[in-house]
């Protein structure tokens, strides 16, 4: 883990409200796993703003340059404009400072399962990007991606340049599919219930695709979001409850240091609250 003061080296609009951010980072290349994340800090804003999480959406390297300067690495993020610091955060350009701290917490673990379902709601794709590019490696991946419309469904011909099959779903049928994700997902799973299952979205949508995959036995992982002061387990301001705890022994699970990515049977999910739906799509149990 490093605490970098860097420079952006994009930061576009992809969709109305939704930004790409790429960002020099050394050594992200080499130590980011996939789930995790890192915090963000904007340099020189008018106002001080804390660090904010986010989910590393992927890594890369900058060609060499002609000079003769050897090739850097990158990390790009993906995000919603929700508040005050994603609003900062839109009006930076290339050559702005931020700092970053990461790569942060615990990522997925890669099962070897047979078949390997994706599931992301909204901005909750980001950490499954890296992910998937792993599991590609391993055999056949599907990606279940759900929005409210058109406009929170993002990158999918990225994950379909990997290799990954697709599988688009919209509230308002704007795009692929009308209806809940949740429901492909059972589709899904009738013809693959040796499948394991990774998802990322609001805490409405892993609640649904919790009960979907207990059911049958499927092992799922979901990478939670929380509010999150300093993510490095300082302040524990993000915790969960744990699937142990009673109000006798309580049991909390740190989210930026023990996750953000939990095995589900790690979860109390009667427990487990939406901090607030920043994903722009909002699951409802089927
Ligand atoms: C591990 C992790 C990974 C994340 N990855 C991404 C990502 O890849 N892309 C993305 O767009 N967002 C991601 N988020 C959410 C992102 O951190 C918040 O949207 C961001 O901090 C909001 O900052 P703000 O200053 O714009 O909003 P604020 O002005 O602080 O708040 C605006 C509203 O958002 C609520 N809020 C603030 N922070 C959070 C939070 N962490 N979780 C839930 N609600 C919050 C506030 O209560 C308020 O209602 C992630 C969060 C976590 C914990
Ligand atoms: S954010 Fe401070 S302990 Fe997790």
Known sequence: MTNLKTTILSNQEVAPGYFRMRILAPGFVTSARPGQFLMLRVLDGM??????????????????????????????????????????????????????LGPLGKGFELLDAPEQILVG???????????AAQLVKRGRVRLLMGGRCRDDILAVTEFERLGVETYVSTDDGSLGEAGLVTEVLVRQLERLPQAAVYACGP?????????IC???DVP??????????????????????GAEHTEQNPQYLCTCKEGPVFRAGQLLWHKLEEPRDVCGCNEEEP
């Open 47 to 100: 106002e001080p703003l804390l660090r904010r999480p986010f989910g590393i959406f992927r890594t890369g390297w900058l060609p060499a340059d002609c000079q003769g300067l050897p090739p850097k690495e990158y990390v790009e993020i993906l995000y919603k404009v929700v508040g005050s610091g994603t609003t900062l955060m839109k009006d930076l350009h290339q050559g702005d400072g931020v700092e970053i």
């Open 121 to 131: 709601g909204g901005i909750g794709l980001v950490p499954l990007f890296m992910l």
């Open 203 to 211: 805490t409405a949508m892993l609640r649904a695709v919790h009960g």
């Open 214 to 216: 207990a059911a049958r």
């Open 220 to 241: 799922l992982q979901v990478s939670l979001e929380a509010y999150m002061a300093c993510g490095v387990g300082a302040c524990l301001g993000c915790v969960v409850a």
